[in-house]
Structures are given as C-alpha cells and as structure tokens.
C-alpha cells in the first residue's frame, strides 16, 4: 500500500461528518418546489437571445409568451409546467459524511414526496407501467443517479423531467463507420421528427459513447450544463454548434408551428467507446430546463 | 397577424367549420378536461353501449393534467399534454359524442384529422410550457369523474379569454403538416 494512510478505529469514526435526516429530507423538498417555480437565469437568457433572432411573428410570440409565463412562476412560486415530472437527482456522497437515521435513498424519497405535497405539485408518476398504471400519490419514487466522492460533502442537484419531451428521446447504437455525419443525420432525425411535441424550443441531449445506457445517461447529464454552454473541447463544441445549425434550419419551431427557434442549444457529452460500437442517445428537454441543488 | 376571433362554448358545428387553420381565437365559457386514462374510460363506455358520465355535445375537450391549487386559487398550472397520446380515443370521441372542439398541442394521427373534417370538430394548440399564464384565464375547476385518476380525472373548467390558435380545421388544413 506504500504511504497510503489508513484511517482505523477512532480516527476513522472522528473523520466521518454526521448529517441529521431530517436536514437532506427538507433541503431536498425545498428543492423540488423551487425547480418548479424558478426557471433558471440561463434559460431566460437564452429565450431573449433567440427571440431577438427569431424572424417569425407566431414564434416571437411564443417566445413572449414563455418570459411572461416565468416571471408569474416565479413571482406567485407557481409551477413552470404543469408537468413538474419525475424527480431525478444527480447526487455526489462523500466518503466521510453518514446521514443519521436513515440511507440517502430514503432521505430523498421522503424529502420528494414532502416537496410535491407542500409545493401543490403534480403528482405524475404510477406504480407500474403496464398492468397497475394507479398514482402512487406522491411523486415517488424519484430517480437517484449516486456517485461516491471523496470528502465529507453531499452535493445534490435535482432535474425534474417531463413527460413530453422525455418521450421524444431516442438511443441508436450507430456503427463506428456512421461517423460524425451519422451521428448528426441521427440527432436532427430525432429533433424534427418530434414536431411539436416535445415543447419545442428543446435543449437538445446527446450521449455519444460508453455503453447503451451510459450513452443514455450522458445524454440526460449534459442537459445540467448552463444552457448554450459549449463544450470545453473545440472539436465537440463545433459538433454542437453544426447540428444546432441544422435543427434551426428545419423550420419545425416553437411549438412545431413554424419558426427559426426549433431549439435553444445542443449538448454533447461523451465517454470511451468499444472498438466496435457508436452509441449516440438523445434526450430532449423542453424550455423548462428545470433544475435546483444544494451543498451539504 | 389579424384579431383573435371571440369564442363561447358551447360551439355548434357551423361556428366551428368557419374557423381555418392558423386563426388565433379567445375561448370564454365551460370545457372539460381529459388525459389519456380518462379517454380509454370513455370509450370502454361507447364500445358497451353504456351512457357517460359527461355529456360533451357541442363541448371542448382540454388534454391537459393540471396541478393542485393552492389555497384561494381556482387551480394549479394547467398547460396541455401532448395531443398524439389521445389519436387512438378520439375518432371514437369525435363520432359518438358531438364533440367540437379539442385543446392540445402537437400533430394529429390523419384518423383523427379524417373525423374531424367528417363530423365538424376542430383542433385548437395552447401553448405548451406556457402552464402558470394559461391558468390565469381558468375561473373555476371541479372534478366531473374519475376522481380516482388524480390529475388525469375530468375537470370541468370555467375559462375566460383562453389564447389558442386553429392548429387543424375542419377542412383537414393542418399548421403542422405545412
């Protein structure tokens, strides 16, 4: 193990940082309502950027419509969207850090279902998908994406999903030689093949490589990055801006009915690849690019 | 872009053929609502001959699954859901019930666009996302039936001055198909 210093015993157990339970359950509640009522800065910049650009009169209008829409959220804390979506959390558990009384899994459980109730969100999730499509009542379960990191810190960033653009999502396993053509054909595929359904503007995710479903979450991950953001690699950040070009050029629009604003930004993450596969996974988000964390 | 036209519902069926697609119209008066577990009820009800529990003769229909009010308030945000999920009830709707009108957002199935051109009903888009401003012009909500479905159950709303646009009019011109 060489200088590797071990903490044992006593030391180990005075190294761990307690975290009451009750503190992450409400963190996490005080979470779900303010992504619901917030649209983040970003966004609304994003949406006044494109509405300077946007040269159709019934898209400009849209647009107006969603500045508007923001600002009665968040001045009466009143859902964006009715559609407040299926809680996914992106959490970072240090190494040295022990909730009391109960897991993190359970924390954010309860803290879900307290966010929904108190906040007077809409509860949109059912106990089975085929056969028992009843309501569980409180929004749960959520989706929680866990990471081990070291430290003694919980990081905790909350990305409510809808169901309108989430079901517009795509994955394709392309082969190595589809190339970069074939991953844009496949992504602005997708994009215009959606039409008005997703709630265009979109924010477009995309997971290239990895595995089926690491292309997966890639794709869902990207869609927490400021959005326009571009990629910190040049390469990338070039990919991004040429399938925007093409997506915005398809004419599809807000809402599908016609525009230059068919979406807000394209977001590309990506991960080591099999010398046989191109996993390429979209995932849509619509302007409500909603999301909310906090430190612990 | 010329004035809204001005709409109260009910609708008859010559009001509804004059609208054309790309109208912006102002909705006023009673309409219900209907999300994909309240349409596969209804037409279980019309497949067995049985008599539904909403009368929806010269009605609207809004895909829409609002969120809970808060205290004092009539409803939550309350924008539509994506209308492709109601292709495979609505013709059925369309042809047993008088339905005029449906509030949604998105393309229609050509089945659905055949039936409306047949029997006189037309296809009005809300803004999607644009949830907490549409609920300002709803002036009451009350659950019909279906209670059990939650935010899916059917909701009677009152609503003033609702801005749609004609996305698909009763002669099949379509704003998504251009």
Redesign the interface.
């Known amino acids: 193990m060489g200088n590797l210093k071990i903490a044992k015993g006593r030391d180990l157990q005075d190294a761990i940082r307690h975290v009451p339970y009750e503190r992450v359950v409400n963190e996490v509640a005080a979470c779900c309502m303010n992504a619901a009522y917030d649209l983040p800065c970003d966004v609304v910049d994003r949406v006044k950027d494109f509405l300077n650009s946007e040269t159709s009169?019934?898209a400009r209008e849209?647009l107006r419509?969603?500045l508007?829409?923001a600002e009665?959220?968040t001045t009466?804390r009143?859902?964006?969207?009715?559609?407040?979506g299926f809680a996914v959390f992106f959490v970072e558990m240090g190494e040295m850090v022990k909730i009391d009384g109960g897991s993190i899994y359970a924390a954010i459980t309860d803290g879900t279902a307290k966010g929904y109730q108190e906040g007077?969100?809409?509860?949109?999730i059912v106990k089975d998908p085929v056969f028992n499509?009843e309501?569980t009542?409180d929004n749960t379960p959520p989706i929680i994406h866990l990471k081990l990191v070291p430290g003694n810190k919980i990081n905790v960033v909350l990305a409510p999903k809808g169901?309108?653009s989430e079901?517009m999502s795509q994955l394709r396993m392309l082969k190595p030689s589809d190339g970069k053509e074939g991953i844009i054909d496949f992504v602005v595929e997708v994009v215009t093949g959606a039409?008005?359904?997703p709630?265009p503007p979109t924010i477009v995710g995309v997971g290239i490589g990895g595995t089926f479903e690491k292309a997966a979450f890639l794709a869902k991950k990207s869609l927490l990055r400021d959005v326009g953001k571009p990629h910190n690699e040049p390469e990338y950040a070039e990919l991004e801006k040429e399938i925007l070009e093409r997506i915005n050029t398809s004419?599809v629009g807000p809402?599908?009915?016609?525009g230059d604003t068919t979406a807000l930004a394209v977001h590309i993450e990506k991960f080591p690849c099999h010398i046989a596969s191109l996993p390429v996974a979209v995932n849509l988000n619509?302007?409500?690019a909603r999301h909310a964390g906090f430190e612990i | 872009?010329s004035n809204p036209v001005k709409l109260i519902t009910p609708l008859n069926e010559s009001t509804v053929r004059k609208l054309k697609a790309g109208d912006q119209v102002l909705l006023t008066g009673t309409i219900y609502t209907g999300r994909d577990?309240a349409h596969k009820r209804l037409c279980e009800l019309i497949d067995s001959g049985k008599k539904l529990p909403v009368d929806l003769n010269g009605q609207a229909i809004y895909f829409?699954?609002?969120?809970?009010?808060?205290p004092g308030q009539p409803i939550?945000?309350?924008?539509p859901?994506?209308s492709?999920r109601m292709d495979a009830y609505s013709p059925t709707v369309i042809a047993e019930t008088g339905l005029r009108a449906m509030i949604g957002?998105?393309?229609r199935s050509r089945e659905v666009v055949d039936a409306m051109k047949k029997h006189g009903c037309v296809y009005f888009?809300a803004?999607?996302?644009?949830?907490?401003?549409i609920?300002?012009c709803i002036k009451s909500c009350q659950v019909v039936c279906y209670d059990d479905?939650?935010?899916?159950a059917i909701h009677r709303l009152e609503v003033e001055n609702m801005p749609l646009?004609v996305?698909v009019d009763t002669d099949g011109n379509d704003?998504?198909h251009?």
């Open positions: 009169e019934r849209f419509q969603y508007e829409n009665i959220a009466e009143m859902p964006i969207c009715q559609d407040t007077y969100l809409r509860k949109s499509r309501n009542g169901g309108g079901n039409g008005g359904n709630c004419g809402q599908g009915l016609g619509c302007h409500a | 872009m577990a829409v699954g609002p969120c809970p009010a808060k939550g945000s309350a924008g859901t994506s492709y957002k998105g393309a888009a803004t999607g996302g644009a949830a907490a401003l609920a300002r479905l939650g935010p899916e646009i996305a704003l998504y251009r």
